[in-house]
């Protein structure tokens, strides 16, 4: 038992501190997510005026045109319904080139003419977010050669290397009213820091039933002893 005790007890207070550690850092990123969000709309050409910090999750108003190039994020589930993302290039007026998520698409309403697009100047809308890994590839499968591609997972890196080194580092998640928009379905995290705090809650239960039932055996082993 003391064998038991000593091994897992401290494994349950790592993962209890690890969740409470992960509820803080998707706090900090939901506030920031707010509290940039309510801040005034910027136009691209200010944007080098304003720290990176201050500039994620504001909201930002482009001009230029959609690319050619659109990546199709599979497995993208949304009301128990499989389907894609579609993160598609913008080349700015300034020359900047962005990805923009145009949002959801289901698999079985899937039409190319649902996304395909207008080559021709436009402005559109969205908020400036962290371009931090979208998806998750299992099996390491590389992508095929030619747009559009379909991928499991959808990163910076992987975006330069196609795109070449000049992608920006942010994503532009492109608001509703916007040319181009499907059903928006981005969040700045994918669990709440409620859900953290709760799994650190059910971990910390677990190491305090085992701490009990670490004294209440020792304590009647103790007790046979004695008899």
Same mark, same amino acid.
């Given at each position: $038992? #003391?064998? +038991?005790?000593? =091994?897992?007890?401290?494994?349950?207070?790592?993962?209890?501190?690890?969740?409470?550690?992960?509820?803080?850092?998707?706090?900090?990123?939901?506030?920031?997510?707010?509290?940039?969000?309510?801040?005034?709309?910027?136009?691209?050409?200010? $944007?080098?005026?304003?720290?990176?910090?201050?500039? #994620?999750?504001?909201?930002?108003?482009?001009?230029?045109?959609?690319?050619?190039?659109?990546? +199709?994020? %599979?497995?993208?589930?949304?009301?128990?319904?499989?389907? !894609?993302?579609?993160? #598609? #290039? +913008?080349?700015?007026?300034?020359?900047?080139?962005?990805?923009?998520?145009?949002?959801?698409?289901?698999?079985?309403?899937?039409?190319? %003419?649902?996304?395909?697009?207008? %080559?021709? $100047?436009?402005?559109?809308?969205?908020?400036?977010?962290?371009?931090?890994? =979208?998806?998750?590839?299992?099996?390491?499968?590389?992508?095929?050669?030619?747009?559009?591609?379909?991928?499991?997972?959808?990163?910076?890196?992987?975006?330069? @290397?196609?795109?070449?080194?000049?992608?920006?580092?942010?994503?532009?998640?492109?608001?509703?009213?916007?040319?181009?928009?499907?059903?928006?379905?981005?969040?700045?995290?994918?669990?709440?820091?409620?859900?953290? !705090?709760?799994?650190?809650? @059910?971990?910390?239960?677990?190491?305090?039933?085992? =701490?009990?039932?670490?004294?209440? !055996?020792? !304590?009647?082993? %103790?007790?046979?002893?004695?008899?």
């Amino acid at each position: $038992m #003391t064998a +038991f005790f000593v =091994f897992f007890f401290p494994i349950l207070l790592y993962l209890g501190s690890w969740q409470v550690s992960r509820g803080l850092e998707k706090e900090n990123i939901v506030n920031q997510h707010y509290e940039n969000k309510s801040q005034p709309v910027i136009e691209e050409k200010d $944007m080098n005026s304003v720290s990176l910090k201050n500039l #994620t999750y504001r909201t930002v108003n482009l001009t230029g045109q959609y690319g050619s190039e659109s990546y +199709f994020l %599979d497995n993208r589930l949304y009301r128990q319904e499989a389907g !894609y993302e579609v993160f #598609t #290039t +913008f080349k700015t007026s300034e020359k900047n080139l962005f990805l923009v998520n145009r949002g959801w698409i289901s698999k079985e309403k899937f039409n190319n %003419d649902d996304v395909a697009l207008k %080559d021709e $100047m436009i402005s559109i809308q969205g908020i400036l977010s962290p371009f931090k890994r =979208f998806g998750l590839n299992l099996s390491n499968e590389v992508s095929k050669a030619g747009w559009p591609k379909l991928v499991q997972q959808l990163d910076h890196e992987s975006a330069r @290397q196609d795109l070449g080194s000049n992608v920006n580092i942010s994503v532009i998640q492109l608001s509703a009213a916007s040319v181009g928009a499907l059903e928006p379905i981005w969040k700045p995290v994918e669990l709440q820091p409620s859900r953290h !705090y709760g799994y650190a809650l @059910q971990w910390f239960g677990l190491a305090l039933v085992l =701490f009990c039932s670490y004294l209440y !055996y020792g !304590y009647k082993g %103790d007790s046979y002893d004695n008899e």
